[in-house]
């Protein structure tokens, strides 16, 4: 059971956008930690993708950003792309468990 | 380039230990926090162990009391400790690195453990 909430999945025709939701608490999100975003290809190590308010390590295209509200964050995707199918996770610190994971959105192109 | 290397996963014996290492490169390895991350196949993540610039320690209460995270500078590396081991401790193992912020900015490749009979 994960501490941060995501959907399991979230598909989208390519050029679309497609927004990933991740839900926390006050002892984490809400409390005002930081939200970082992770890209996992198949069969590949998780990536940074998004860290802090929205920012994107080198190389991230900025069809990627990310957003936060109280105790929630969400990842918007636009103009999505083939190679965006991937499985995609947010992760926060918590007062009482340290670092957490969401439970991991797959995105699916139609 | 940072580049992280992980090795010593493999197959052992439910109560049984293991003692995995990541090699790191391309960064001062001794400013850096470094963690343990692991991933059952199929499943979400959960962090497992961190241990900051300064040898300081933290453990999730799945694994703390049965591993140990430790540092050694001079080698760019360091290490898991994992005793007492459970199937449910079966995953892939992946290290990873932050500096001055609570994200894993670079990632291993990962090492499969695999605790069986």
């Known amino acids: 059971q994960s501490v941060l909430t995501q959907p399991p999945s979230v598909s989208g025709a390519p050029g679309q956008r497609v927004t990933i939701s991740c839900t926390g608490s006050?002892?984490?999100?809400?409390?005002?930690?930081?939200v970082h975003w992770y890209q996992q290809l198949p069969g590949t190590a998780p990536k940074l993708l998004i860290f802090?308010?929205?920012s994107r390590p080198s190389g991230v295209p900025d069809r990627f950003s990310a957003s936060r509200s109280g105790t929630s964050a969400s990842l918007a995707i636009t103009g999505l792309q083939a190679d965006d199918e991937a499985i995609y996770y947010c992760?926060?610190?918590?007062?009482?468990?340290?670092?957490?994971f969401g439970s991991g959105t797959k995105v699916t192109v139609l | 380039e940072v580049k992280l290397v992980e090795s010593g996963g493999g197959l052992v014996q439910p109560g049984g230990s293991l003692r995995l290492s990541c090699e790191a490169s391309?960064?001062?390895?001794?400013?850096?926090?470094m963690h343990w991350v692991r991933q059952v196949p199929g499943k979400g993540l959960e962090w497992v162990a961190v241990?900051?610039?300064?040898?300081?320690?933290h453990y999730p209460g799945s694994v703390k009391g049965r591993f140990s995270i430790s540092r050694d500078n001079g080698k760019n590396s360091f290490f898991l400790q994992m005793n007492s081991l459970r199937a449910e401790d079966t995953a892939v193992y992946y290290c990873?690195?932050?500096?001055?912020?609570?994200?894993?900015?670079?990632w291993g490749q990962g090492t499969m453990v695999t605790v069986s009979s």
């Open positions: 990873a690195s932050s500096q001055n912020s609570l994200r894993f900015s670079i």
């Open positions: 391309g960064l001062t390895f001794s400013r850096y926090d």
């Open positions: 241990i900051g610039s300064a040898g300081d320690t």
């Open positions: 006050r002892s984490n999100i809400g409390i005002g930690y930081d």
């Open positions: 802090g308010s929205d």
């Open positions: 992760q926060s610190y918590d007062n009482s468990l340290f670092y957490v």
